[in-house]
């Protein structure tokens, strides 16, 4: 039998466990963040940041979103990577090839 060579390259052990500890770190990390928000908004801190409607709010919450995101998005990132999986590109038509034409309607 013999095997594809379509198979991704395989990402050495060393790597995957730096990946992995990294992808402990960012999630320790998002926890903070949450606990942070649940704090904030049991304590009444939100609800004032809210009323003042102010440049302040304004940048806290923004300041929050991107730092989340940004957060998680490193998190999956690690999480794939110590999961062993290199993400490729995947070309869905080749260059001679044309987008499938539409189904006929019935």
Do not use: C
């Not at 919450?61 to 993400?87: D, F, K, P, Q, S």
């Not at 260059?95 to 019935?106: H, N, Q, S, Y």
């Amino acid at each position: 039998m013999s095997v594809s060579q379509d198979h991704p390259p395989v990402i050495p052990a060393k790597s995957r466990r730096r990946a992995a500890i990294e992808a402990i770190v960012l999630a320790i990390a998002v926890a903070l963040v949450i606990a942070h928000t649940v704090y904030w908004r049991a304590n009444g801190e939100q609800t004032r940041l809210y009323e003042e409607r102010d440049a302040l709010a304004v940048l806290y919450n923004l300041g929050l979103i991107l730092g989340t995101g940004a957060l998680v998005g490193l998190l999956l990132m690690r999480v794939t990577e110590a999961l062993g999986y290199e993400v490729t590109e995947i070309e869905h038509f080749s260059d001679e090839d044309e987008a499938p034409e539409e189904a006929p309607k019935p």
